[in-house]
């Protein structure tokens, strides 16, 4: 954590959105203190300020096209994550806006000296210098934190489009669009999803262990639950037509 990076976030007055406002303070929260090096997961982003992984990444483009921040070098970042195909974005905060560039040795006339880049890679990336200028001090590698392991990233990646698939747990709550979203597909009223249903609905598949689904498919599930419950409780005619699982047949 910057506290330099977060200071400067919340002190700015570029960005007037407080939507974008609060992605950029929470992008702060993993940049160094010059900004650089922030590659949190768009589903830690969604996490940190509570909003939709969607809305996340159109305020992060918001950010991106008033310069507040650019794509930096991704190296960076895969110098922590293994797998290429699951290296985040990483960005740095332009905080300093419309300050001048240091001048270089080669413009005072002075024989560069050789610079060793020690990510092995070329000093230019995405428009980012990865060389220090002289009278600049070297960023400093950004800390892990809580910015999650290979394996929790792509977790919280697939979680955040849905794919996750988990067993069912004592803690499990539907989430309230998905389930709101297949009950009135069903034709369910609100009143019928009652805590003793869906505790119901879990104790029959906390039994059932090796049955996954993704989050939809549970709320899915739970909402099948409910409508085969409500067909038996009235003792109509298709109440045969339903199995156990709440799938008619």
């Known amino acids: 954590m910057s506290v330099q990076a977060m200071t400067w976030a919340l002190e700015q007055r570029l960005v007037s959105d407080p939507t974008a406002r609060h992605v950029l303070l929470c ?65 740095d905060i332009i905080m300093e806006r419309g300050e001048s560039t240091a001048p270089r040795t080669e413009q005072r006339g002075e024989s560069p000296a050789p610079r060793e880049n020690p990510t092995g890679c070329s000093s230019q990336q995405n428009g980012v210098n990865l060389t220090t200028e002289r009278g600049e001090g070297a960023a400093p590698n950004p800390s892990l934190n809580h910015q999650g392991t290979e394996e929790q990233l792509q977790r919280e990646a697939d979680s955040a489009d849905g794919r996750l698939r988990f067993p069912m747990t004592e803690e ?29 609905f879990k104790a029959h598949y906390l039994a059932l262990p090796d049955i996954a689904h993704t989050s939809k498919r549970w709320a899915n599930e739970l909402a099948k639950w409910i409508k085969r419950e409500r067909t038996i409780s009235s003792g109509g005619d298709e109440a045969e037509l339903w199995g156990k699982k709440g799938v008619k047949v």
């Open 27 to 91: 992008l702060a929260n993993y940049a160094d203190k010059n900004g650089r090096g922030a590659f949190p997961s768009v589903a830690s982003l969604a996490d940190d300020t509570g909003l939709s992984a969607r809305t996340v990444q159109a305020k992060l483009r918001v950010l991106e096209e008033q310069g507040i921040v650019v794509e930096g070098n991704r190296a960076v970042a895969a110098a922590y994550i293994n797998r290429r195909d699951r290296v985040p974005t990483c960005y």
């Open 172 to 200: 499990w709550q539907p989430s309230p669009e998905d389930l709101a979203a297949q009950t009135r597909l069903m034709g369910i009223p609100v009143e019928a999803i009652t805590p003793e249903v869906v505790g119901c």
